[in-house]
């Protein structure tokens, strides 16, 4: 158990829908990262936020946005879906910005029909 | 463009048998890079970190090495066992905090 939490754990829904996946990091971390992951691809960073702020942006799809509460959880939306959007969503955090050790959680599945 | 290439795709070894994945990148400037072994359907694990300055680094039966001159690493597995049957992911770290993910080496271990 990384300590990072996600949920829903899975998530079955229909193209043009809207879908909030969230994730809790470790105690005490401030970075929390999103990730996809589709069947058989590898990693794809979307988006890094630390301590509430934006700090990197890798592959995001304009129809998917993220945030950083006060209270350091995160949430990741995803809007005008499509069958492609179908993956694994990692979500993990870090104690900080660089060369932090990053702890996954376990990742909720996304299926689109 | 910040790249990194991971060989081979997939290899099939036996239990208690070495093998010796590789990693090439080309990320610059260069912060760190880290091994990450996922199960099936489960987040990453990570493995090893090292900086510039490490050349190598262990983890129990793993061993990771780094040439910062060359842009290459490699995980040593040692004695292999059916729990190492996994896919292993190399992530370089580059000084503006974005990381780049090789797509990663699916190791199959047979009894």
């Known amino acids: 158990d990384s300590g990072v939490t996600q949920t829903p754990k899975h998530l079955i829904t229909a193209t043009g829908q809207r879908v909030t996946l969230r994730c809790s990091p470790r105690s005490g971390d401030l970075s929390v990262y999103w990730y996809q992951q589709s069947l058989d691809q590898g990693l794809q960073f979307l988006i890094q936020?630390?301590?509430?702020?934006?700090?990197a942006k890798g592959n995001i799809l304009e129809r998917f946005s993220a945030q950083q509460f006060p209270d350091l959880h995160s949430e990741l939306n995803l809007s005008s879906l499509e069958l492609g959007d179908s993956a694994l969503y990692f979500c993990?955090?870090?104690?900080?910005?660089?060369?932090?050790?990053?702890?996954f959680g376990p990742g909720t599945r996304l299926t689109v029909l | 463009k910040n790249q990194v290439e991971q060989s081979p795709q997939s290899l099939i070894i036996l239990e208690g048998k070495n093998c010796t994945l590789q990693?090439?990148?080309?990320?610059?400037?260069?912060?760190?890079l880290r091994w990450y072994k996922q199960d099936t359907g489960r987040g990453p694990v990570s493995l090893t970190i090292m900086t510039f300055s490490e050349n190598t680094k262990s983890n129990g039966r793993y061993t990771a090495t780094l040439d910062a001159d060359t842009k290459q690493s490699s995980l040593h597995i040692t004695a292999s066992q059916l729990s190492d049957s996994a896919s292993y992911i190399c992530v370089v770290s580059a000084n503006d905090y974005k990381l780049s993910f090789g797509a990663g080496t699916t190791v199959t271990v047979r009894a």
């Open positions: 936020y630390y301590n509430g702020e934006e700090r």
């Open positions: 990693c090439n990148y080309t990320v610059s400037p260069f912060s760190n």
């Open positions: 993990a955090s870090s104690p900080g910005l660089t060369y932090n050790e990053q702890f």
